[in-house]
């Protein structure tokens, strides 16, 4: 008997191989950072090396998340300044307060001093299970705010990020394989990713290209008869707004037919509402909340709607800050939501004192407010003007269109690919839009997510690009793309 | 038709009821935050107010759960300097050096200075999918000087608290309804609800109390066979060492036999280690890790192993940081777990700096060395003070049995109820051991969790309760709970 087989046999003997461990794990895809990504990674290093020196560009640019501060978005100092006093209880104390007022600002004590108390003394606790309750006040006080409609603190859970609330939402729904999800078409991966994981079945509805992303809604009912004429038990439907992958944002009236549609079908509305700050074109394409529309209408739609400090101006990835609102939701469903929450304890309390400080901002007057006020809106009209810019500069390009960037961190370009590359490609079983960004990262160091991601009517391509690159790299960065664009469209036409 | 009927049919309208939801959450028990703390909760409140005066006592004391800090114990200085400071991007700057010296030691800078760079440039972005490197290998440097075998930090992920890690690893391995995962009897109630909501079998191996809580390992395999004779596909073994909720460290001659069995047996271990260092009778009952008696066996069982900020000297529950480690793990299974991760995105960056600061704390010659050495001893100490002599006074009461104490935060006594009482409160359909914490609450203000929220031998009953009061506050929480206890025994004798 040879080595070799010794050593497959010794492998194929463990318990858990990629045969015995749960399929639906294994079934699970994620373009966002997947192979596309890696590469990435692997070309980032080999920059570094001697050998790096061959390869056509000097930098990678990573536009395949919605990480702004890996590209270099500074953080807001308020909530930097908060977070590290929270740390620091034994500086909180009177005779240190001049080793600190030279470097913290008097409304920096006075939250951190508050988010000791509300945390019952230490934020090094395990918090309330749904979150520390005075933060959840917060929460509760800037949705009424924002909305003009009451917001219920009890109703409110902080949770690791949103995708925390996301995952433990879809699971206590998700009551068997026969549960439907209806999710939109362009998507962000983790709703069919979670789906797949959880057993069900994601139902696709369309956000139509040439409506600028809207949703057709007697379109949307085709889908949902459809899927219900084949037995799918279809109870809820995912609403990113603004959209990602798209950057667009549904209008009132078309908010107004989705939650007629959910009320008389019986579908739970998960509202992805993360880039509720991220809006660009405000006059013309305002944000609603769910909750408010739902709220005007009188209408008794269950839904869950999500937020994150990941996102807007802040961009605290790292954190992991989220929370959702449960409006309409029965109460005994709501504690079987707290009940998950407890068993897996708290959600991480640095996460939920960044989301504080972001419900919960410095007011006229307090001594943090200018500058704060002077970060926000520089990040929020650099992001507006990267957003046209790039935009524009798709759409001066060979076979690409782009709509109008609206919101969020991404455009969403279409790629018309000539026939001659999509036969080729299609005939080597490789996917179009993948071996286009492959080509485009290898060529330019730009790495980028393919529309077949995120999923895309069939026959079209698309790629998703955030605009975090800071200012003063963007012009390079257009430079760059549009060479390769103009190089490959040559080659193949 | 009468306005309640009304009601209740819009309620029974809704897409999502306690009937139509995931029934495997509904079924999920968790007793370590279930109705006995909050009624301690709503006693907290009542004794703020006017009508809390004519309660029995005057505080409430919370040794329901190990959460050391809301118990008073002090976070450890290096650790939050390092967590304040990496907040601080802007301080770190040359010109700002002289502003923050006066405040952190030099090595917190260092640190500080480090993270920032592992990190990337910015704790604000989402950090690798696992955890970020550099602390990943932190971690691995730290695994290797416990052990003295190799640890390779490409195997080890970390995760929101030691929760995620097991979470995650159990869904993974359970692939199906006939799963059977073996936990310990008693056990701490994670486990018992995870597999609830997986879908899974908990199959169960007893601690046996008359033995210092060791593994009958004959014992144990026969319950794994009956298992099996039933059909059930036994996979892996829960193992928490030292144990929550009985506070007893495994000898390394069980480990050993243990081991054995899971190797002839096929069992992948989970050994949960989040009280590695709680240690305190070290010469009689000293950790050994799973991972290291693995590999001095030479075995090739595989082994996922937990460990935690949360416990320790640092108890930094809040935070939410932790990590596992993967050994003899299938490649491909590993790379499931990276998905797993990729599709949740990062654990919270505050949660691994955390974790740095432990894994690779301040080393002799360090400025915050005798700082941290004196903290880390005291809480040490102290904890140790506590535990033995909660251990004492258990075994002084009537009808009240404790082994010693020799590691983690809890003891595990052993009530021998009144047989009157256990009838009686058997007739009412109430559950004997949890009546008794009821009225131990209700008396004293003291709140622990009845031996029933763990599981227990049948017949026997128990109840777990921290030694984290501090000190000064301890001999008060032990002459309130005897004299709970001599009267409620009276009474029933």
Not at 99 to 106: A, G, K, P, Q, V
Not at 123 to 144: N, T
Request: glycine share 6%; net charge negative; with cysteine.
């Amino acid at each position: 008997m040879n080595r070799n087989i010794g050593v497959k046999e010794h492998i194929s003997q463990k318990v858990l191989s990629i045969e015995s461990i749960n399929q639906r794990v294994r079934n699970m895809e994620y373009a966002v950072r997947g192979p596309i990504p890696a590469k990435a990674e692997e070309l980032k290093l080999k920059l570094l090396d001697p050998e790096g020196s061959n390869l056509p560009f000097k930098k990678t640019v990573f536009c395949n998340i919605g990480n702004p501060q890996e590209l270099g978005q500074k953080p807001v100092t308020f909530l930097r300044q908060v977070s590290a006093l929270s740390e620091l209880p034994e500086l909180l104390t009177k005779e240190n307060r001049n080793l600190i007022s030279n470097i913290f600002n008097s409304d920096v004590i006075e939250r951190a001093e508050k988010i000791q108390k509300m945390a019952g003394g230490s934020v090094g606790a395990y918090s309330d299970d749904a979150g520390i309750f005075g933060i959840r006040k917060s929460v509760a006080e800037f949705i009424q705010k924002r909305d003009g409609f009451p917001s219920d603190p009890s109703k409110i859970q902080l949770t690791n990020g949103s995708t925390g609330s996301i995952e433990r939402t879809l699971e206590l729904i998700i009551s068997n394989e026969n549960v439907g999800i209806m999710i939109p078409i362009p998507q962000y991966p983790l709703y069919s990713a979670s789906i797949t994981r959880l057993g069900a079945k994601s139902v696709y509805y369309y956000l139509e290209e040439s409506k600028g992303w809207g949703v057709d809604t007697s379109r949307l009912l085709e889908n949902l008869k459809e899927a219900r004429n084949r037995g799918i038990d279809v109870r809820a439907i995912v609403i990113i707004n603004p959209g990602n992958p798209t950057g667009s944002i549904l209008t009132l009236e078309n908010m107004k037919d989705i939650i007629s549609i959910c009320e008389k079908e019986k579908l739970v509305i998960l509202a992805d509402e993360v880039y509720q700050t991220n809006v660009y074109m405000v006059d013309d394409f305002p944000f609603h909340s769910f909750k408010k529309v739902i709220s005007e209408m009188k209408s008794n739609v269950e839904l869950f709607s999500f937020h994150s400090i990941s996102k807007g101006m802040f961009g605290e990835c790292g954190k992991r800050g989220g929370y959702m609102e449960m409006y309409n939701i029965d109460q005994n469903v709501m504690d079987q939501l707290t009940k998950m929450a407890t068993v897996s304890l708290c959600p991480n309390v640095p996460g939920q004192i960044a989301l504080e400080t972001m419900v919960n901002p410095p007011r006229e007057g307090d001594e943090s407010y200018q500058q704060f006020k002077a970060e926000i809106d520089e990040i929020h009209n650099s992001l507006k003007r990267r957003c046209i810019k790039l935009q524009k500069a798709f759409n001066e390009q060979v076979n690409i269109t782009c709509n109008p960037a609206q919101g969020a961190m991404y455009l969403f370009p279409q790629i018309k690919l000539p026939q001659r590359f999509i036969t080729e490609t299609i005939n080597k079983n490789k996917v179009p839009d993948v071996e286009y960004c492959i080509e485009m990262l290898e060529t330019t160091g730009v790495c980028v997510v393919p529309g077949s991601g995120f999923e895309q009517e069939i026959g079209t391509y698309h790629f998703r690009c955030t605009f975090l690159p800071q200012e003063d790299e963007f012009d390079e960065f257009i430079k760059t793309f549009s060479e390769f664009n103009t190089k490959f469209m040559e080659r193949w036409n």
